[in-house]
């Protein structure tokens, strides 16, 4: 296994590395003014010129796999990756290069299940970063860890389907520039196979019967621009042919949609766990207590190697687990994504909660980052599967497979 990123990533390490010194640190103040200045929910005018530079400068749309033909930049998942990760490192860098979620998901499933005129009339604004979208799957009054208890009602009406029900973390649903939802809900009452019963289908956001409630906080955190939104359909009507792939085709769109997005989440998992390292490190060397530095007490150097170690593995898992997506598909590499998806999250979640001890009080509050980085990765450990969900699975496969070597 050759652990040296290509030539062809190292020049995009290298261009990106340089635009977030230039362009994306330096404003990282800027965004938060805007944001908490103006209508929380309308993009920043920073966050639009930084989009506009990146897009110029060709770095767009870099997450779509290499498999997706001529709409895709020609990157396999290994060397989306490693930019991945960098993006990480700020909240709204991914967004500066049109390759935040829920939008690489969404715009994924375009690519792959929609038809030439859902393509023209949401894909192609998608890539060019003029709208916004949300996925809609959880519900508030049903656990959809387990997907199969969606019950969100899609019935056909003639050359229509007609929807209700409500639906909550529909992440990006509070932005102003979020114009299609893809919803998943229930089109087989009465079949008999549990999992073709859900169907995915398109919503316009300014569809008659579609209303975002409210927005949802994460420790208290709003997330704008992009929020989290409680969203109702009460007899919302749309054109049959919004239907994606057709009906009874969820849960198969569901695990194309999720294999990648996964991937992506451990990479900027570990893009934030590398910077609170560095702060760690930048506090440990400046700080004195007890006559010496902190990086002098035992405890500290512990926290700061523990957090390296645990950096590196999560990295080399998932590095892993992409190079196996791209020679055998999500399907091959399921064991390997639950695994990053158990094992990133939290790893990050203890190296942040380590730079907030050694922090002291600064850690907790408005004046770091860190503080909103552990209640945005704290969310991850229930996005796109729970824990428990990933273990479960996880679990069951590697039962069968070593209790049973025989049948390999």
Known sequence: MDFEYSEKVQGLRAQLLDFMDKHVYPN?????????EGNP??????LEELKA???????????????????SPGLTNLEY?????????VGFAPEVFNCSAPDTGNMEVLAKYGSPEQQQQWLEPLMNGEIRSAFCMTEPDHACSDATNVQMSIV??????????????????????????????KTGEDDSDRYTQQSMILVPVDTAGVRVERSLTVFGYNDAPEGHAAVSFNNVRVSASNMLLGEGRGFEIAQGRLGPGRIHHCMRCIGVATRSLEEMCHRAERRYTFGKKLSQHQSVREDIAKSACEIEQARLMTLR???????EGAKGAQDLIAMIKIVAPSMTLRVIDRAIQIHGGAGVCQDFQLARRYAGVRTLRLADG???????????????????????
Not at 29 to 36: R, S
Not at 53 to 71: D, R, T, V
Not at 391 to 401: C, E, P, S
């Open 53 to 71: 530079k990146a897009k110029a400068a060709g770095m767009w749309n870099w997450f779509l796999p290499k498999s997706y033909g001529e709409l």
């Open 41 to 46: 929910w309308e993009p920043p005018a920073i």
């Open 386 to 408: 729970p824990d428990q969900v990933h273990m479960m699975q996880l679990g069951r496969n590697v039962a069968r497979r070593l209790g049973h070597p025989d049948q390999e």
């Open 156 to 185: 056909r009406d003639g050359d229509d389907y007609v929807i209700n029900g409500r639906k909550w973390w529909s992440s990006g649903a509070m932005n102003t520039h979020c114009k299609i939802l893809i919803v998943m809900g």
């Open 28 to 36: 990282e103040a800027l965004f938060e003014q805007q944001v908490a």
């Open 81 to 89: 990756a490693p930019l991945a990760e960098i993006m990480g490192r």
């Open 321 to 327: 687990a992409a190079a196996k997506m791209d020679s």
